[in-house]
């Protein structure tokens, strides 16, 4: 399982990537041949994968599934399961990477690739069209993060084992999740501007386009998740029945209708071929809990640590340059599951 | 599968960007300047047109508002605006009241639409007009100095016309330059002085114009021209941004003044860039607000301590801005380290009788009339020398590194410049402080 591995070994060593490439199993040839052949692409790529993972868990600490990629408890990997939450984990992997080499390239790290384009395509033409349109309000001009290099790159890449497979749910599933954790990216995109005018101020502005803050888009993605859409295999297509939670409304139950799952509408949504697994089987003693102590802890009960902190409080700024502040002691209380 | 075909199909992506930056911004930057050059070449043609003194307040008056309004987002509203702070002013002026209460009371006008803007969701747009409204506040304040100074309680409408003119003056009022009362006439007044001294006016600008452009094709494409390898590179990478963002909107200025017939200079980035002391970088900064600060708020010296005087002065220049908190530790910071500088450069140069003071000996008759033992051109004196050039340097990268893209158009949160300057363990200050300690102590 290549991500898995991929991961393993990323977070050991990450300097050297001509021997990681080797180093790396259940990677397919073509993977190895693009890695040795980028070296400096694939630093860029894993640094991407491994933000997303760690993103993945920051995002997730607070549920029953804190985004384990290996569990001792369940038997398998969360991943080898078709569940929503590996929708999730493929979607902000591939996000990830796409995010990483973007930025990458806009920054001028790695020489096969540079800046993005701008909206409007590029030339005069379009700067002149979007000034004439907006009046003096902005132009788009400038270095946009290069997110379409990232996603080709990492379409090539990271699809590489799903698209050789692709005849299988499994892999139409991962490349579609793959997909929208994509293009969920691009429609994240925000306007950067450089101000242009005396002392710092804003006169006339050029702007160009930027990934958002990765934890952002994660939380987004947690959204999309939270609705992901379960599918069957129909005939080598995966199929979204009219979906469940639609039932309540009396009206689209009638239209019992199947809808593909490469159309319109789900270009966008996440989707899983089979439940989740009881992530209570997961030994979760002495994880800290939070506020959602019954949930993740599954009825096992918790137990609460009372700590004395000290924290900088009554914070004050005082003229000129200094920000004073009391330390306080403040009582924290931590949950911990049993 | 489609490997192979598909894998050069990314390489193919490569070309290209950084023409295409460049000639975005490029593109983007000349159309500005083009505008504000149509307004130049307009002005410079209406000067020498004979028409009545009413006649000719009237054109300048509805040219500026329309420049205003040709410049920014919400039209009319920057109109009035803009109108209504000379309104205020002026009328204030031949009222006779002092030049520093025009001064205060034009700052409270800003910060309160400041906290308008602030309150209607819409901090861009004060930070859009911002930088016209400041240089606008510098040209009333300067009107007021002069009324107060010519103190005739007859109200002349001659004289009134001029001061019109000078605020009203619509090359100026988007990029600036400020110029003062006398610059300002001395310009406007210049006959014409040959086809050939003209030419060569307008080849000198040109040149600016391309200057200007290319630093702003830098300024913004500057990750294309620059691989940073370090967090360090990086922060030299934004400063530069900024300031080569900022020397833009000088050399382009440069130009419109030439284009006019003046020789005021408005900066040269090469005296900025290796600038002897952080006390050069500062008044080579913007020489045009230097003088009007110099003029009206240092020399006045409302303390008895330079410290204190150095401290007012930017606080002045940081209010002019607005309450921008990320301004006014940037100002009062470089406040610091120029000061802190000089006090103990001269402290140097008097102990030890080296040329090494912050401002250089000057020049009388094509020779340094140094009274020091060591001049310039002693190997001492040049080490020391060379070492406040890199200093002032690397202080050109700690208070510019602040001003990163992701806020600047929406204005920068509270804490940002402390955490930056953090990563640098507020190295600035510290030396600031060993200097401040040294100069008691040598």
């Known amino acids: ?338 | 599968m489609d490997n192979g075909h598909g894998y050069e199909e990314f390489e193919l992506l490569e070309d290209g960007s950084l023409g295409e930056c460049s000639t975005q911004v490029a593109n983007a930057t000349f159309l500005t300047i083009s505008k504000l050059i149509c307004l130049v070449v307009a002005f410079k043609f209406i000067k020498h047109i004979p028409i009545s003194t009413t006649v000719r307040v009237y054109v300048h008056v509805f040219a500026s508002t329309f420049t205003v309004m040709w410049f920014s987002r919400n039209h009319l509203q920057s109109a009035i605006i803009y109108n209504m702070f000379s309104l205020i002013s002026l009328a204030l002026a031949i009222k006779q009241f002092s030049g520093y209460i025009i001064l205060a009371g034009n700052i409270s006008l800003l910060i309160a639409l400041q906290n308008f803007c602030r309150h209607y969701r819409s901090e861009d747009y004060f930070l859009s007009i911002r930088g016209i409204l400041m240089i606008h506040i510098m040209r009333l304040t300067t009107v007021a100095f002069n009324l107060e100074k010519a103190n005739s309680n007859k109200f002349r409408f001659v004289q009134f016309s001029s001061y019109v003119e000078y605020i009203y003056f619509p090359p100026f009022i988007i990029f600036g330059p400020y110029l003062s009362f006398e610059q300002f006439f001395k310009m406007r007044d210049k006959k014409w002085t040959g086809s050939e001294n003209e030419l060569g006016f307008i080849i000198q600008s040109l040149l600016a114009i391309f200057n200007a452009i290319t630093l702003a094709i830098i300024s913004s494409c500057h990750f294309e021209f620059f691989e940073p390898s370090s967090q360090f590179m990086e922060d030299a990478l934004t400063a530069m941004s900024f300031r080569f963002s900022h020397y833009f909107v000088c050399l382009s200025t440069q130009a419109f003044v030439l284009m006019l017939g003046s020789d005021v200079v408005v900066a040269n980035p090469l005296n900025i860039e290796f600038s002897r002391s952080t006390l050069q970088t500062v008044s080579e900064w913007n020489k045009p607000f230097h003088t009007f600060l110099h003029e009206n708020i240092f020399k006045r010296r409302l303390f008895n301590s330079t410290a204190c005087n150095v401290f007012f002065t930017f606080a002045v220049s940081s209010l002019l801005h607005g309450l921008d908190f990320q301004m006014t530790i940037t100002l009062l910071a470089l406040g610091f380290i120029a000061y802190s500088e000089t006090v103990f450069r001269k402290r140097l140069s008097a102990r030890y009788s080296m040329c090494v003071a912050a401002k250089a000996c000057p020049v009388r008759s094509n020779s340094l009339s140094c009274k020091h033992r060591h001049s310039n051109k002693t190997g001492r004196a040049l080490i020391i020398n060379l070492f406040f050039l890199m200093l002032s340097m690397y202080h050109l990268v700690f208070t510019g590194m602040t001003f990163t893209d992701d806020y600047s158009a929406i204005g920068y949160p509270f804490d940002h410049a402390w955490k930056i300057w953090g990563s640098h363990y507020y190295s600035s200050f510290m030396i600031s402080f060993l200097f401040l300690a040294l100069s008691k102590i040598i």
């Open chain 1, 1 to 338: 399982w290549w991500l898995l591995s991929k991961t393993d070994t990323s977070s050991a060593n990450s300097g050297s990537s001509p021997i990681l490439c080797k180093n790396v199993p259940g990677l397919t040839p073509q993977q190895k041949r693009m890695c040795h052949e980028n070296p400096n692409i694939i630093k860029y790529l894993i640094s991407g994968l491994r933000s997303a993972l760690h993103t993945c868990e920051y995002t997730f600490q607070r549920e029953a599934w804190n985004c384990t990629l290996t569990l001792p408890g369940v038997g398998t990997s969360p991943l080898q399961i078709a569940s929503r939450e590996s929708a999730y984990v493929y979607a902000i992997s591939a996000a990830g990477v796409s995010h990483s080499l973007a930025r990458a390239c806009s920054k001028g790290l790695i020489d096969d690739c540079g800046c993005g384009e701008t909206p409007q395509g590029s030339g005069s033409v379009a700067v002149s069209q979007a000034s004439s349109r907006s009046s003096s309000d902005f132009v788009w001009a400038g270095c946009s993060d290069n997110v379409k290099f990232g996603n080709t790159f990492g379409r090539k890449f990271v699809d590489q084992y799903d698209r050789q497979h692709a005849t299988e749910p499994r892999s139409q599933m991962n490349l579609h999740n793959n997909r929208v954790g994509r293009r969920l990216l691009v429609n994240a995109m925000n306007k950067e501007c450089k101000c242009h005018g005396v002392s710092g101020s804003c006169v006339t502005k050029t702007c160009w386009k930027v990934m958002p803050k990765f934890d952002e888009f994660a939380s987004r993605l947690h959204q999309k998740y939270q609705l992901a859409k379960l599918v069957t295999n129909n005939d080598q297509k995966l199929t979204v029945r009219s979906s469940p939670s639609a039932g309540s409304s009396g009206r689209s139950e009638r239209f019992a209708r199947n809808m593909d799952a490469s159309s319109k509408q789900m270009r966008n949504e996440l989707i899983y071929l089979d439940a989740s697994p009881n992530y209570c089987a997961i030994d979760v003693k002495d994880r800290e809990c939070g506020e959602n102590c019954p949930n993740i802890c599954c009825g096992r009960g918790w137990r609460t640590t009372r700590e004395i902190v000290d924290e900088p409080c009554h914070c004050q700024f005082v003229w000129c340059c200094e920000v004073k502040c009391k330390t306080c002691k403040k009582l924290v209380e931590r949950n911990y599951c049993l």
